[in-house]
């Protein structure tokens, strides 16, 4: 049972990550209004001194107070400064451990659906550009109240000059309205463009070495950057909608700054204002069509939402919901019953019902793409199944607690992720970090110890210094797998890259050295051999269940292994 992420629409995304930094963009907004206010007043004091050094009279006290609301500005500005790439770092913080959680417990689906390098795009650049959208609303009262202020202030110095300002404000409006709703889609498609390049990345840098093998890397280089023009194509149109938002707004602006100055020179000859009150109606006018800063705001804001609208996509998939019941006493029992699994518009398994003894080793045998892998996955509930129910000691693994389940079910795979510093951190990850003898027992059966002894300092030694070859990678996967006490263990193609003798080894221990149920893939004759039992997986049914020797008597059983007998 999967459950519906908490997303919401980009806004709703952004609200909740402006909450987060809610009290320092309470302060950023009051410290950015007050340096509004601030420059608001410096016009009049401005043309309060003008006037009063054209009439000779004493002017200290408004020079002072010029000189303050300047060093005001000053201060004031720093401080935005500051608060501003303080909340965009924490916003982005934020946004980034919540992404990247959600990826965490949605997992391979995220990967198989936006790929991993989309994935990175998103988590890095997306992002980062979502964060800046609560410094950014948190400024853009200010960058209103600029506008607003400028056009009061021109009211009360006058109403003709704020009537005159008013007559091409709508329209000053209605291109910052356009401007707004086309960037927000040209910003979308430039991100989109973005995240098909790093994921065709990702995969080249992924299969560098099969790209270096057959000498493709110019054709591969071309095929990452093929996306290129079009990725060019949407940067133009970005450019191109803000230059002609700022050329529009850029030819109305010096209109009204003008008409707003003649009217204030006419009224200058007719003995209504002064000359220090002309000088502070051209300022007011200045900041009444305060474009430059409502464009990048809005700008800022439309990219933010674009990329609040990628993060979104991801955190609306559905993640993987835990029941609250705990596993009761026992040896590992497992069963599951009708399991049917699609992927895509294919049904890879078909109604399987399949029994595992509690303390016994099953081994899984198919040919590729019958659904080994996916029923592994089933079996620890690393997927859901689309239909039928999958049991552990009579309890569905969906009502299972996270903690109960994880510490229960043990797997091991293919190429294991070895996270952490040192080899010791990789072998201890889990739930319930195994003792350090434990992890060297385990070491010893999965005979990874040899290997362990010859790292320049062991246990010790830093991953990224260890450099392993896939067999040695696999025997440490199986350790840290064997370390983890739980009375299921799950060998997902664990022992694919492994020789015929480590194999058999392995195999060795984990009968007879390892606790609880354990089922494991078998490619090699030899390894199904020494199951307890094997099912053998066929048309997406599990066609027959018995032991090797039995089952050997069936010709398509044979098949599976090329008709060779035991090893």
Same mark, same amino acid.
């Given at each position: 049972?999967?459950?519906?992420?908490?997303?919401?629409?980009?806004?709703?995304?952004?609200?909740?990550?402006?909450?987060?930094?809610?009290?320092?963009?309470?302060?950023?907004?009051?410290?950015?209004?007050?340096?509004?206010?601030?420059?608001?007043?410096?016009?009049?004091?401005?043309?309060?001194?003008?006037?009063?050094?054209?009439?000779?009279?004493? /002017?200290?006290?408004?020079?002072?107070?010029? /000189?303050?609301?300047?060093?005001?500005?000053?201060?004031?500005?720093?401080?935005?400064?500051?608060?501003?790439?303080?909340?965009?770092?924490?916003?982005?913080?934020?946004?980034?451990?919540?992404?990247?959680?959600?990826?965490?417990?949605?997992?391979?689906?995220?990967?198989?659906?936006?790929?991993?390098?989309?994935?990175?795009?998103?988590?890095?650049?997306?992002?980062?550009?979502?964060? =800046?959208?609560?410094?950014?609303?948190?400024?853009? $009262?200010?960058?209103?109240?600029?506008?607003?202020?400028?056009?009061?202030?021109?009211?009360?110095?006058?109403?003709?000059?704020?009537?005159?300002?008013?007559?091409?404000?709508?329209?000053?409006?209605?291109?910052?309205?356009? @401007?707004?709703?086309?960037?927000?889609?040209?910003?979308?498609?430039?991100?989109?463009?973005?995240?098909?390049?790093?994921?065709?990345?990702?995969?080249?840098?992924?299969?560098?070495?099969?790209?270096?093998?057959?000498?493709?890397?110019?054709? *591969?280089?071309?095929?990452?950057?093929?996306?290129?023009?079009?990725?060019?194509?949407?940067?133009?149109?970005?450019?191109?909608?803000?230059?002609?938002?700022?050329?529009?707004?850029?030819?109305?602006?010096?209109?009204?700054?003008?008409?707003?100055?003649?009217?204030?020179?006419?009224?200058?000859?007719?003995?209504?204002?002064?000359?220090?009150?002309?000088?502070?109606?051209?300022?007011?006018?200045? $900041?009444?069509?305060?474009?430059?800063?409502?464009?990048?705001?809005?700008?800022?804001?439309?990219?933010?939402?674009?990329?609040?609208?990628?993060?979104? *996509?991801?955190?609306?998939?559905?993640?993987?919901?835990?029941?609250?019941?705990?596993?009761?006493?026992?040896?590992?029992?497992?069963?599951?019953?009708?399991?049917?699994?699609?992927?895509?518009?294919?049904?890879?398994?078909?109604?399987?019902?399949?029994?595992?003894?509690? &303390?016994?080793?099953?081994?899984?045998?198919?040919?590729?793409?019958?659904?080994?892998?996916?029923?592994?996955?089933?079996?620890?509930?690393?997927?859901?199944?689309?239909? &039928?129910?999958?049991?552990?000691?009579?309890?569905?693994?969906?009502?299972?607690?996270?903690?109960?389940?994880?510490?229960?079910?043990?797997?091991? @795979?293919?190429?294991?992720?070895?996270?952490?510093?040192? #080899?010791?951190?990789?072998?201890?990850?889990?739930?319930?970090?195994?003792?350090?003898?434990? #992890?060297?027992?385990?070491?010893?059966?999965?005979?990874?110890?040899?290997?362990?002894?010859?790292?320049?300092?062991?246990?010790?030694?830093?991953?990224?210094?260890?450099?392993?070859?896939? &067999? *040695?990678?696999?025997?440490?996967?199986?350790?840290?797998?064997?370390?983890?006490?739980?009375?299921?263990? #799950?060998?997902?193609?664990?022992?694919?890259?492994?020789?015929?003798?480590?194999?058999?080894?392995?195999?060795?221990?984990?009968?007879?050295?390892?606790?609880?149920?354990?089922?494991?893939?078998?490619?090699?004759?030899?390894?199904?051999?020494?199951?307890?039992?094997?099912?053998?997986?066929?048309?997406?049914?599990?066609?027959?269940?018995? =032991?090797?020797?039995?089952?050997?008597?069936? /010709?398509?059983?044979?098949?599976?292994?090329?008709? &060779?007998?035991?090893?």
């Amino acid at each position: 049972m999967t459950t519906r992420a908490d997303a919401a629409p980009p806004a709703a995304l952004l609200n909740t990550a402006t909450r987060h930094s809610g009290a320092r963009c309470v302060a950023l907004c009051l410290m950015s209004t007050a340096s509004t206010g601030a420059g608001l007043l410096l016009p009049a004091a401005l043309g309060r001194t003008l006037d009063l050094l054209l009439a000779h009279s004493p /002017a200290t006290r408004w020079v002072l107070c010029c /000189a303050g609301i300047v060093l005001l500005l000053a201060l004031l500005d720093a401080g935005e400064t500051v608060l501003s790439g303080t909340v965009d770092a924490r916003t982005t913080a934020w946004l980034r451990r919540r992404l990247t959680g959600h990826v965490l417990a949605v997992g391979p689906r995220a990967a198989a659906r936006f790929g991993s390098g989309d994935l990175v795009a998103r988590l890095v650049g997306n992002a980062a550009q979502a964060g =800046t959208a609560p410094a950014a609303r948190a400024a853009l $009262l200010a960058a209103l109240a600029g506008p607003v202020g400028g056009v009061v202030a021109l009211g009360l110095i006058d109403p003709w000059l704020a009537a005159v300002f008013l007559a091409g404000g709508p329209l000053l409006t209605l291109l910052l309205r356009a @401007f707004a709703r086309d960037t927000t889609r040209c910003v979308a498609d430039y991100q989109q463009v973005q995240g098909r390049i790093a994921g065709a990345l990702a995969e080249a840098v992924a299969g560098h070495r099969t790209i270096e093998a057959a000498g493709t890397a110019d054709k *591969e280089t071309a095929r990452i950057l093929r996306p290129l023009p079009e990725l060019s194509r949407a940067g133009h149109r970005m450019w191109r909608v803000q230059g002609r938002a700022a050329a529009q707004a850029s030819a109305v602006a010096p209109l009204l700054q003008l008409g707003v100055v003649a009217v204030a020179g006419l009224l200058l000859t007719r003995h209504r204002l002064s000359v220090g009150e002309v000088l502070a109606a051209s300022r007011y006018a200045v $900041l009444a069509t305060g474009v430059g800063v409502l464009v990048g705001q809005f700008a800022s804001l439309a990219r933010a939402r674009a990329a609040a609208g990628r993060l979104d *996509e991801v955190l609306a998939e559905p993640t993987m919901a835990y029941g609250e019941r705990e596993l009761p006493p026992g040896p590992g029992h497992l069963e599951l019953r009708g399991v049917t699994a699609r992927r895509g518009d294919r049904t890879v398994l078909d109604g399987v019902d399949l029994v595992v003894p509690g &303390g016994t080793t099953l081994a899984l045998v198919g040919r590729s793409g019958t659904g080994k892998s996916l029923l592994a996955a089933l079996a620890g509930r690393l997927a859901e199944p689309d239909a &039928g129910e999958i049991l552990l000691d009579g309890v569905p693994l969906r009502e299972l607690t996270h903690k109960d389940l994880r510490g229960s079910v043990g797997y091991a @795979f293919e190429r294991p992720a070895l996270l952490g510093t040192t #080899i010791e951190d990789a072998l201890t990850l889990g739930l319930r970090p195994p003792s350090p003898a434990r #992890i060297r027992e385990a070491t010893r059966l999965a005979h990874a110890e040899d290997f362990v002894r010859r790292l320049p300092k062991g246990y010790a030694t830093a991953c990224a210094d260890a450099p392993r070859s896939g &067999g *040695e990678s696999q025997r440490l996967g199986l350790a840290r797998a064997f370390a983890h006490d739980g009375r299921l263990l #799950i060998l997902d193609d664990a022992l694919s890259s492994l020789d015929t003798v480590t194999e058999a080894q392995i195999a060795e221990s984990l009968t007879r050295g390892t606790a609880g149920t354990r089922l494991l893939i078998a490619h090699r004759a030899a390894t199904a051999a020494r199951s307890d039992a094997v099912a053998w997986l066929d048309g997406g049914r599990v066609r027959a269940v018995g =032991t090797h020797e039995e089952l050997w008597q069936l /010709a398509g059983y044979r098949a599976v292994f090329g008709d &060779g007998g035991p090893t």
